[in-house]
Nanobody
Framework: QVRLVESGGGLVQAGGSLRLACTASGPAFSTFTMGWFRQAPGKERDFVASITWGGLYTDYVDSVKGRFTISRDNAKATVYLQMNSLKPEDTAVYYC???????????????????WGQGTKVTVSA
């Protein structure tokens, strides 16, 4: 059974940086499409970024393009989200998710993901 555990959240001032990590336990991580989503208080869970199984293709929501970078290390069964130039509107609980299918392109629909982490909270102060 696959389990995802996020880390790296915290409190940061606007303009600062954080790196989130999501480590998987269980087999076959290297074949998963991975994604990051976030949920702000009182709002729905939204797509942030996704990366294909080999790391060749990535996709981002427009609001984070140029500031966030998703990457993965299959040898460590870990996917990362490097977040730079953070803004107060980036405040949310961030979740990583895994799609067991080896997709040709990144996945943006939360319904396509099979497993989720417990979330890590990111707070950006003005």
């Amino acid at each position: 059974q696959v389990r995802l555990v996020e880390s790296g959240g915290g409190l940061v001032q606007a303009g600062g940086s954080l790196r989130l990590a999501c480590t998987a336990s269980g087999p076959a991580f290297s074949t998963f499409t991975m994604g990051w989503f976030r949920q702000a208080p009182g709002k729905e869970r939204d797509f942030v970024a996704s990366i294909t199984w080999g790391g060749l293709y990535t996709d981002y929501v427009d609001s984070v393009k140029g500031r966030f970078t998703i990457s993965r290390d299959n040898a460590k069964a870990t996917v990362y989200l490097q977040m730079n130039s953070l803004k107060p509107e980036d405040t949310a609980v961030y979740y990583c998710a895994g799609d067991f299918r080896r997709r040709a392109r990144p996945v943006v629909d939360a319904n396509d993901y099979d497993v989720w982490g417990q979330g890590t909270k990111v707070t950006v102060s003005a």
